[in-house]
């Protein structure tokens, strides 16, 4: 793929995809649930395909009809007892479906995903549903998949980790409803973006769940099995900050009209460090505006750990700022599709851009990078979409293997198109 400058500034109104991190949550829940939920606004890429895959195999009825999803729930049955299951590089569904096997009544079941996920931990998320009183057995390397899941969920109390992923404590969450005893769970150390945890907490509760919380601390689950409901769920956050900053990088507007400010998901907060930058801001309760000025402003440090998957566009959006940004909080982003640090500082480097590597972030310093550079993305979503933004200043950014934003966007570089943005297959 190579991307590079509009003719003119952005000025466009957008309506984002769906939530990759809602829509799994939801669907998860959903085939959990006793009776038909029906789901409007659902996600399809990748990591929704692969969970739609999971839950057929383990014999839930799951219709799929543009972006909209009946799902005929199990009521913690799951129909078919036996069976191998593959999730792709979907470390939502990695996180997520181990606990709700263990929820289940009766049935053993097999997990494991792509090269690229079995190299991501899981150990975490094992520990706590074993202190809970799952049957949980690594099949090859202690820590990773695959893993066999017996099911049989007792309850109890439970310490987890929040240092490396939010998602081990929403796994242990979701399945928690299910428990023949209540399930109080306690994060320790610091907790990794705690408003996903609470977009858990809100989507248990949307579909009946018993939760009680301090915070996304402590929280208090007791036995209630949930009810099919009938959902518009959220665009995604994280997708519309991508066509943000674009604007802010043409010097134009982009609206978003279908995310607001009030989202629970973090990244719609990244407006707030695009205004930081000089761009003017108009938040809205259903959307996000985006105008960008003459010249970017730099000269600060930003803590990005509670919108880590936006640390990327940001140092994208710095190599064009007019002093340093540095970028903060973020050491477990080394752990996600590809050490997203690692890449991205080398990355950046083949362009001619100086970046100070950390063991939390980096620091970007402002440059004019060579035209016509080719970027390897390494298989991660976040990459190339960030890589991507740099073709809005920079004639012929090369991005190989742009398929790998189907993870997350497939239509992304569409998106870009329709915005004005040069985009070209080669």
């Known amino acids: ?70 799902v005929a729930g199990c009521g913690g049955r799951w129909p078919n007892e036996r069976a191998q299951l593959y999730v792709g590089s979907a470390g939502t569904l990695a996180r997520f479906l181990p606990g709700a096997l263990a929820a289940g009544t009766a049935g053993e079941w097999q997990v494991d995903g792509s090269a690229q996920l079995r190299a991501r931990p899981i150990a975490p998320l094992v520990d706590a549903l074993r202190e809970l009183g799952a049957d949980i057995a690594y099949l090859e390397a202690h820590g990773q ?24 404590t929403s796994g242990v969450l979701l399945a928690a409803p299910y428990a023949r005893r209540p399930v109080d769970v306690e994060v320790v150390d ?86 930081r930058m000089g761009c003017r801001v108009d938040r809205g309760a259903s959307y996000l505006e985006v105008v960008g000025p003459a010249r970017l402003r730099g000269g600060f440090a930003v803590d990005m750990r509670a919108m880590s998957d936006q640390a990327l566009t940001l140092g994208a959006a710095a190599v064009f700022a007019d002093a340093p940004v540095t970028v903060t909080g973020v050491p477990h982003i080394r752990r996600h599709e590809s050490d997203r640090i690692g890449v991205f500082v080398s990355q950046m480097r083949r362009l001619g851009v100086r970046v100070d590597e950390h063991p939390d972030g980096f620091t970007v310093y402002p440059a004019d990078p060579r035209p016509g550079g080719t970027l390897d993305p390494h298989d991660d979503h976040r990459q190339a979409m960030a890589f991507a933004l740099l073709g809005v200043r920079v004639p012929g950014i090369h ?28």
């Open 190 to 275: 610091q907790l990794v973006q705690p408003e996903y945890v609470g977009l858990t907490i809100e989507m248990m509760r949307a579909f009946g769940a018993d939760v009680e919380a301090e915070g996304c601390e402590r929280i208090r689950v007791r036995p209630r099995p949930y009810a099919a409901r009938t959902l518009t769920l959220e665009a995604d956050a994280s997708t519309a900050c991508y066509f943000l900053t674009a604007a802010a990088l043409s010097g134009g507007r982009v609206r978003i009209t279908n995310v607001g400010y009030r989202s629970l998901q973090p990244d719609a907060r990244f407006v707030d460090v695009l205004e």
């Open 1 to 70: 793929m190579v991307v590079g400058p509009p003719p003119r500034p952005l000025d466009a109104d957008l309506a984002v995809p769906g939530s990759k991190s809602v829509t799994n949550r939801a669907l998860i829940i959903a085939a959990l649930a006793e009776g038909v939920s029906h789901l409007d606004g659902i996600l399809r890429s990748d990591d929704s395909y692969w969970c739609v895959q999971a839950l057929a195999a383990l014999g839930v009825d799951v219709a799929v009809e543009g972006t909209s999803v009946r």
């Open 145 to 168: 998949l695959p893993i066999r899941v017996r099911a049989g969920l007792t309850g109890g109390k439970v310490a987890i980790s929040g240092r490396v992923s939010s998602q081990f």
């Open 399 to 426: 991005i190989g293997d742009p398929g790998c934003v189907s993870k997350t966007c497939p239509a992304y570089f569409d998106f870009l198109a329709q915005l004005g943005v040069s985009v070209a297959y080669r």
